[in-house]
């Protein structure tokens, strides 16, 4: 379905929450999602339908100079954009050509697709990064269920079935 993006000012003061100044950050017919703020604050990475053939790419939006550029150009689509703990790479979701849904790495600066973070692993909807060398991941399974993957020894943890679809890293040792 058609999606948008919007950035907006929050101010919290006095348990009350205000949202202002509220923009549509890629106005345009067809999908905007995953928005992942980059750590240094400066730009948003997200998920965009860029062109015709239907198939979703990673953009980068800069917050200052609200302009978006699109970082990749593939025959797939690429899904969950975010920098990896390093910063040296963009990782997403990439619904390959056989339908397999796996982590793969983009050099942050030029975009060029890299490698697949874990041949092994399949059926990955969701994904955040829990440290240098793991992940945490919804796969696709039935019922679905919530992993953890470490990258270094291979490691593929069940934690649960029925999961949400959304987590992040608190911190070292705690994710929501």
Same mark, same amino acid.
């Not at 980059?38 to 239907?54: A, C, M, Q, R, V």
């Given at each position: ?5 919007f950035l907006?000012?929050i ?10 100044k509220?923009e549509?950050?890629n106005n345009h017919?067809g999908? =905007?999602n995953?928005?992942?703020?980059t750590?240094?604050g400066?730009s948003?990475?997200?998920s ?12 980068e939006?800069n917050?200052?100079?609200k ?10 689509s690429?899904?969950?954009?975010m920098?990896?703990p390093?910063?040296k790479n963009?990782s997403?979701?990439v619904?390959?050509? =056989?339908?397999?849904?796996r982590?793969w790495?983009?050099d942050?600066?030029?975009? =060029? ?5 874990h041949?092994a ?6 994904y ?12 696709l399974?039935?019922p679905?269920?919530l992993?953890?993957l470490?990258l270094?020894t ?14 992040k890293k608190?911190?070292?040792t705690?994710?929501?």
């Amino acid at each position: 379905p058609e999606t948008e993006i919007f950035l907006a000012e929050i101010e919290i003061k006095n348990n009350l929450i205000k949202i202002e100044k509220a923009e549509n950050i890629n106005n345009h017919k067809g999908y =905007d999602n995953q928005p992942f703020f980059t750590p240094d604050g400066k730009s948003i990475l997200f998920s965009s339908e860029t062109d015709s053939n239907k198939k979703i790419h990673t953009c980068e939006y800069n917050i200052k100079s609200k302009k978006i550029k699109k970082l990749t150009q593939t025959q797939t689509s690429e899904y969950s954009p975010m920098l990896t703990p390093n910063g040296k790479n963009i990782s997403a979701v990439v619904v390959e050509e =056989d339908s397999a849904q796996r982590v793969w790495l983009y050099d942050a600066k030029t975009g =060029d697709k890299k490698s697949c973070l874990h041949e092994a692993t399949d059926s990955i909807g969701y994904y955040a990064w829990l440290g240098n060398d793991t992940i945490i991941y919804y796969k696709l399974t039935n019922p679905h269920s919530l992993r953890v993957l470490n990258l270094k020894t291979g490691d593929d943890n069940w934690l649960c079935d029925h999961p949400t679809r959304s987590f992040k890293k608190m911190n070292s040792t705690t994710f929501f």
